[in-house]
């Protein structure tokens, strides 16, 4: 089956086999690996991509219905620079093993662009559906509240 779709501002033409999921299209068509394979049931949240400007679980995302859309990865998001969520996950250690952070980051990106200040329980909501196997939860949340001050205008 042929699809086109923008991976991270770049027009992709690809070649897959029909009921292929967007995480193996952009692992291993793409060679992206940023976005993880942690549980294929939506459970764990490491595969979580921007699609369209929302954020998606990956591996419940067939490449058919990503067909002609914007898909934004880990990779794409500090394309120019880290991202505030980024630097924010770095500074506060909300990062252990780091398994999880691709998709926490992009959930968290996705939660700012429409909660642009977030109380703590909307951040801890907002993340849900994203599993930290280390319980780095607290410094996450923290850096999701630094995240939210820095691109609001404040300093942490």
Do not use: W
Request: hydrophobic share 35%; aromatic share 2%.
């Amino acid at each position: 089956m042929q699809i086109q779709l923008t991976l991270n501002g770049t027009v992709r033409q690809l070649d897959v086999p029909d009921h292929t999921l967007l995480v193996n299209v952009i692992r291993e068509h793409c060679g992206l690996t940023g976005t993880h394979v942690g549980c294929d049931t939506t459970q764990c949240g490491c595969c979580t991509v921007h699609l369209n400007g929302r954020a998606v679980k990956s591996c419940t995302v067939l490449a058919e219905q990503a067909d002609g859309g914007q898909v934004t990865t880990i990779e794409g998001l500090g394309q120019n620079g880290l991202h505030p969520v980024q630097e924010a996950f770095s500074r506060c250690h909300g990062l252990q093993c780091g398994f999880c952070t691709p998709g926490m980051i992009m959930a968290s990106v996705d939660l700012l662009r429409h909660i642009p200040q977030p109380s703590r329980e909307q951040i801890e909501e907002g993340l849900e559906g994203n599993l930290c196997r280390c319980t780095g939860y607290v410094n996450i949340v923290e850096a999701v509240h630094e995240a939210a001050q820095v691109m609001q205008g404040s300093q942490p």
